[in-house]
């Protein structure tokens, strides 16, 4: 899992029918300081995220385990909104 921000979105209107009707968002991985990563990632949406919002993206198989994607083709889908983090150092 990673925590991610929304940036943006993809419109494509052409694609898989197993993706009909689901919204595609770019998000940006966060360093442990809130700070931008680096890369980008498209995620399917099964929560509902918003512009901007901290989210919780997993990839890969576990990807298609999230709520309505099995047998779908992602690779990235978002499945929660952060609300806090909290993180103690060394």
Do not use: C
Request: proline share 3%; aromatic share 4%; net charge negative.
């Amino acid at each position: 899992m990673i925590i991610a921000r929304i940036l943006g979105t993809v419109v494509s209107t052409q694609k898989d029918p197993k993706l009909e009707g689901r919204k595609l968002l770019i998000v940006r991985p966060l360093n442990l300081d809130g700070s931008d990563g680096s890369g980008y990632l498209v995620a399917v949406d099964t929560v509902g995220a918003g512009f901007h919002e901290r989210v919780l993206v997993v990839s890969g198989s576990s990807a298609r385990l999230a709520q309505g994607m099995k047998d779908t083709p992602v690779d990235a889908a978002i499945i929660g909104v952060v609300d806090t983090v909290d993180f103690i150092a060394d």
